[in-house]
């Protein structure tokens, strides 16, 4: 089998000429594109480059920016994330508390673990984009998402004790489940195939009011830990791989070494959560799982009477009392950069971080003190006016936030986040075109930022320019491999193509 070299080694761009190739094949891409479009507008080819370059602007000059922008990122010097030049600034802090040595390891421990742990804020949405849902009362069904506040990337996940917090406490929802998806080897008489599968809290059928056609779905002794391993099987899978033979039911193939009992088979419809997934198991797993992996998506089924804003108002009240009962490490991440300001009072850079730590937690009226604090020793910091539009967003003030993105790319002008984060804004006001707009220039400024990839997809789905929605979802699955969403929307995207 041909081993495919590129994408073994796409995360190494640590060279200047494989990000200047990356860079180049990008801003190609889009040339060619307004090539295009003046061709049917009319052109003939030769005239139609010309121009499409003088639109362009400096080709030269952005190509070798983005370049290494490229280069710095391959490196390690993630721009998304400001918290290294901050270290550099806690030194004279971390050495004043060095005489309390369970305070010091302890503040070391939050800054790694803890500020970068997301604080949830609620997005709810149809996870599903042009199909139609197999589903009982599909209208019924909501997907809640947590937003990441350093991007404004609002499809980030859980983990699975944040999953039973939330079940536990909601009235909001019927029920509420949980799934991630992986690949995984099957072996069993019928030969080796490695298969696209989806891992679900034992509920989830009952929450999307799906009935198999064969056999049963998943009990809820299943989802606990130490449980019999058991599997359900998608339609096609049955149909092609075991002849559909009728006693399926009670059989025993093998997923990844593991043993698991066939236990029913789903509808020839049923393609939860996208079509290439093959076969379902429940997640086992209890509330000593981490809490710092966060692989998993929620889908719930509203009660009766509940609306999409009522939602969000009861998630956020019970975030503030899961806030409350894990304000320890918050609180101590907050006086670490107290401690910090005492040192280096005005600092603009830990006042930007300090804003960032507030804008995670939700308490945005804090984050934008802190944040414009910081601006106003310091307005040359690109990133800093990225993170107050941030917050500005998550309190209610789109055209604030808009501006601040604005003010961004006047400091940088290839600012890849205050794009990313400007088309967002464009996009939840329906301004599809702007928004695509947008999110072409960011991934122009860094061809590896996947979620742009995926939000220009989406927005080139909107905008039913579907191939090159198509071109966009492959650059955001290769880009975010585990992404469950980006594999969602190629998936479907081949599909209505015929291009799967």
Same mark, same amino acid.
């Given at each position: 089998?041909?081993?495919? %070299?590129?994408?073994?080694?796409?995360?190494?761009?640590?060279?200047?000429?494989?990000?200047?190739?990356?860079?180049?094949?990008?801003?190609?891409?889009?040339?060619?594109?307004?090539? /295009?479009? =003046?061709?049917?507008?009319?052109?003939?080819?030769?005239?139609?480059?010309?121009?499409?370059?003088?639109? %362009?602007?400096?080709?030269?000059?952005?190509?070798?920016?983005?370049?290494?922008?490229?280069?710095?990122?391959?490196?390690?010097?993630?721009?998304?994330?400001?918290?290294?030049?901050?270290?550099?600034?806690?030194?004279?802090?971390?050495?004043?508390?060095r005489k309390s040595p369970g305070y010091?390891?302890?503040?070391?421990?939050?800054?790694? @673990?803890?500020?970068?742990?997301?604080?949830?804020?609620?997005?709810?949405?149809?996870?599903? =984009? @042009?199909?139609?849902?197999?589903?009982?009362?599909?209208? !019924?069904?909501?997907?809640?998402?947590?937003?990441?506040?350093?991007?404004?990337?609002?499809?980030?996940?859980?983990?699975?004790?944040?999953?039973?917090?939330?079940?536990?406490?909601?009235?909001? %929802? !019927?029920?509420?489940?949980?799934?991630?998806?992986?690949?995984?080897?099957?072996?069993?008489?019928?030969?080796?195939?490695?298969?696209?599968?989806?891992?679900?809290?034992?509920? +989830? @059928?009952?929450?999307?009011?799906?009935?198999?056609?064969?056999?049963?779905?998943?009990?809820?002794?299943?989802?606990?830990?130490?449980?019999?391993?058991?599997?359900?099987?998608?339609?096609?899978?049955?149909?092609?791989?075991?002849?559909?033979?009728?006693?399926?039911?009670?059989?025993?193939?093998?997923?990844?070494?593991?043993?698991?009992?066939?236990?029913?088979? +789903?509808?020839?419809?049923?393609?939860?959560? @996208?079509?290439?997934?093959? &076969?379902?198991?429940?997640?086992?797993? /209890?509330?000593?799982?981490?809490?710092?992996?966060?692989?998993?998506?929620?889908?719930?089924?509203?009660?009766?009477?509940?609306?999409?804003?009522?939602?969000?108002?009861?998630?956020?009240?019970?975030?503030?009392?899961?806030?409350?009962?894990?304000?320890?490490?918050?609180?101590?991440?907050?006086?670490?950069?107290?401690?910090? =300001?005492?040192?280096?009072?005005? /600092?603009?850079?830990?006042?930007?971080?300090?804003?960032?730590?507030?804008?995670?937690?939700?308490?945005?009226?804090?984050?934008?003190?802190?944040?414009?604090?910081?601006?106003?020793?310091?307005?040359?910091?690109?990133?800093?006016?990225?993170?107050?539009?941030?917050? &500005?967003?998550?309190?209610?003030?789109?055209?604030?936030?808009?501006?601040?993105?604005?003010?961004?790319?006047?400091?940088?002008?290839?600012?890849?986040?205050?794009?990313?984060?400007?088309?967002?804004?464009?996009?939840?006001?329906?301004?599809?075109?702007?928004?695509?707009?947008?999110?072409?220039?960011?991934?122009?400024?860094?061809?590896?930022?996947?979620?742009?990839? %995926?939000?220009?997809?989406?927005?080139?789905?909107?905008?039913?320019?579907?191939?090159?929605?198509?071109?966009?979802a492959r650059r955001a699955v290769e880009? &975010?491999?585990?992404?469950?969403?980006?594999?969602?929307?190629?998936?479907? =995207?081949?599909?209505?193509?015929?291009?799967?």
């Amino acid at each position: 089998m041909a081993y495919d %070299f590129k994408r073994a080694f796409r995360l190494d761009r640590t060279s200047r000429a494989g990000a200047r190739d990356s860079v180049h094949e990008e801003l190609n891409h889009h040339i060619d594109l307004c090539v /295009d479009e =003046l061709v049917e507008a009319g052109w003939n080819e030769s005239d139609a480059r010309r121009e499409a370059l003088r639109q %362009f602007g400096d080709l030269k000059s952005t190509e070798a920016y983005c370049a290494e922008m490229q280069t710095r990122k391959g490196r390690g010097e993630r721009r998304m994330v400001s918290f290294e030049e901050v270290f550099q600034d806690l030194k004279y802090a971390l050495r004043a508390v060095r005489k309390s040595p369970g305070y010091a390891g302890l503040v070391v421990i939050t800054l790694a @673990f803890g500020i970068a742990a997301n604080t949830t804020i609620f997005s709810v949405m149809n996870p599903y =984009l @042009f199909r139609p849902l197999p589903f009982g009362a599909p209208d !019924e069904l909501v997907q809640v998402n947590q937003i990441n506040p350093t991007t404004g990337w609002d499809m980030d996940r859980f983990s699975y004790p944040q999953y039973r917090d939330w079940e536990e406490r909601t009235r909001a %929802f !019927e029920s509420l489940g949980a799934y991630t998806y992986s690949a995984a080897n099957v072996t069993d008489r019928e030969g080796p195939e490695q298969i696209q599968y989806a891992s679900l809290s034992a509920n +989830m @059928f009952e929450v999307l009011a799906a009935q198999p056609t064969l056999g049963r779905t998943f009990r809820p002794e299943e989802g606990l830990s130490g449980s019999e391993p058991v599997v359900v099987l998608s339609d096609g899978l049955w149909q092609r791989r075991y002849a559909a033979d009728p006693d399926i039911i009670g059989r025993t193939i093998t997923l990844d070494g593991t043993q698991r009992t066939v236990v029913g088979v +789903m509808p020839a419809d049923f393609n939860f959560p @996208f079509g290439g997934v093959k &076969l379902w198991i429940p997640i086992q797993a /209890d509330r000593t799982s981490s809490r710092t992996s966060m692989p998993y998506h929620l889908v719930g089924r509203l009660n009766t009477g509940w609306t999409v804003e009522q939602v969000k108002v009861e998630l956020g009240q019970i975030q503030t009392e899961l806030g409350a009962r894990d304000a320890g490490d918050f609180g101590t991440g907050l006086s670490a950069y107290r401690k910090a =300001l005492e040192v280096r009072p005005g /600092d603009p850079r830990v006042l930007h971080a300090l804003g960032q730590m507030h804008s995670r937690s939700g308490a945005y009226p804090l984050a934008i003190q802190a944040i414009r604090e910081s601006l106003s020793v310091d307005a040359a910091q690109p990133l800093a006016w990225v993170n107050l539009g941030i917050a &500005l967003a998550g309190n209610g003030d789109p055209v604030g936030a808009r501006g601040a993105y604005e003010e961004a790319l006047v400091l940088n002008p290839h600012e890849a986040l205050a794009h990313f984060n400007l088309g967002n804004a464009h996009q939840r006001a329906g301004r599809l075109e702007e928004a695509a707009a947008a999110y072409r220039s960011a991934v122009a400024a860094d061809p590896g930022l996947g979620l742009a990839h %995926f939000e220009l997809g989406r927005t080139y789905i909107g905008l039913e320019r579907f191939e090159d929605a198509l071109r966009h979802a492959r650059r955001a699955v290769e880009f &975010l491999p585990d992404h469950t969403s980006s594999a969602q929307m190629l998936a479907d =995207l081949e599909r209505a193509l015929g291009n799967g």
